[in-house]
């Protein structure tokens, strides 16, 4: 007689315990979401509110380590990303991965690329965002605060200043976080003479936003003084008033140096401008002359140093819609439709 015993599939291939426990978790949460809350008193309430957000924090801190797992594994490569920022944006849909990397730094227990175990930067804020005491916005102020403390002072103090921190955290509102943070770095560097050129290196960097619906993107960050000096240079040459508007046609373009002073005080006297619309006209008018005339470069990735652009004809056509170029940037067709008019064949 034939043997006729079946064997679930299923049974033979069990998942993985992390796999059940996140498909435990959105059980929970389902219930959660519906749950009757009426019979909770208000003090019951108050605690169930208070533990949900500390649950949310810990949330934080177990998808902290699962991505540096998916970073020691490779993942992003894998899957077809150029960075972990691209995998983290696309794949996990985390809306500030620059930020959450910066956290994840200073919070989780990390792996090295050789395998190694690499303990928290701030243990104590570790420790208390694990617990889930701290939220993210409270360990980004505190992060912001340790940020800022000069390289020079010593060890122990920093040490003793990252716990002051995080029990500053556990007690109150990222706004405090900043207030007694300041007051903490005025103690630690009272004449701000502690500052040198590592701490200033260690905080530079630009980050232009995510672009809006209309195509127009923020940029912050934090300058060196000798880029803020060559900036503001920059600006004082380019930027004079009546030059390099793009809302006159008859305004002078180019440094103003270059400039028929005449021509200028007439422009300078239609120039309806703000202070921060003037130095953006000045940046973008230095930058097409420098990557005209071949000063910002000649070629990148074996392409000329050109803004390449794709466009549909019928937009075109239409004059409406959005171009994209190389880097990914989205350009608006009427805008797309002024850069050409510019460009020498």
Not at 55 to 71: C, F, K, M, P, W
Not at 223 to 245: C, D, E, S
Not at 304 to 316: G, S
């Amino acid at each position: 007689m034939a043997d006729t015993t079946h064997v679930d599939d299923d049974s033979a291939a069990p998942q993985p315990r992390a796999v059940e426990l996140v498909a435990e978790l959105h059980a929970i949460l389902d219930k959660l979401q519906t749950v009757d809350l009426s019979p909770c008193t208000d003090a019951e309430l108050t605690d169930v509110a208070a533990d949900t957000e500390r649950a949310i924090a810990r949330l934080t801190v177990a998808g902290d380590r699962q991505i540096d797992q998916v970073e020691a594994r490779d993942l992003p490569r894998k899957t077809g990303c150029r960075t972990l920022m691209q995998f983290m944006t696309h794949r996990l849909r985390v809306s500030n991965p620059m930020r959450r990397r910066k956290q994840m730094d200073a919070t989780a227990t990390r792996t090295s690329l050789g395998g190694e175990i690499l303990e928290p930067e701030h243990p104590c804020l570790a420790e208390a965002f694990a617990r889930g005491a701290v939220g993210t916005a409270h360990v980004q102020a505190a992060l912001d605060v340790l940020d800022r403390i000069p390289n020079a002072v010593d060890h122990d103090v920093k040490v003793a200043a990252e716990r002051q921190m995080a029990e500053i955290a556990e007690a109150h509102t990222p706004a405090d976080i900043t207030q007694l943070g300041a007051r903490l770095l005025a103690h630690l560097d009272p004449d701000g003479t502690l500052s040198d050129d590592t701490d200033q290196k260690r905080r530079r960097g630009v980050w232009i936003g995510r672009q809006r619906a209309d195509g127009t993107a923020k940029i912050s960050g934090t300058l060196t003084p000798a880029l803020a000096a060559r900036l503001t240079m920059m600006f004082a040459v380019w930027g004079k008033p009546g030059l390099n508007n793009p809302d006159d046609p008859n305004s002078p373009s180019g440094p103003a140096g270059t400039a028929d002073s005449d021509a200028l005080a007439l422009a300078a006297d239609r120039d309806q401008r703000t202070p921060a619309q003037t130095n953006h006209d000045a940046l973008d008018a230095a930058l097409t002359a420098g990557f005209a005339d071949g000063t910002l470069g000649t070629s990148h990735r074996g392409l000329p140093v050109q803004l390449i652009i794709k466009a549909d004809l019928n937009d075109l056509i239409r004059e409406a819609g959005l171009a994209t170029t190389a880097t990914g940037t989205l350009l608006p067709i009427p805008d797309l439709i002024a850069m050409a008019g510019d460009m020498q064949p």
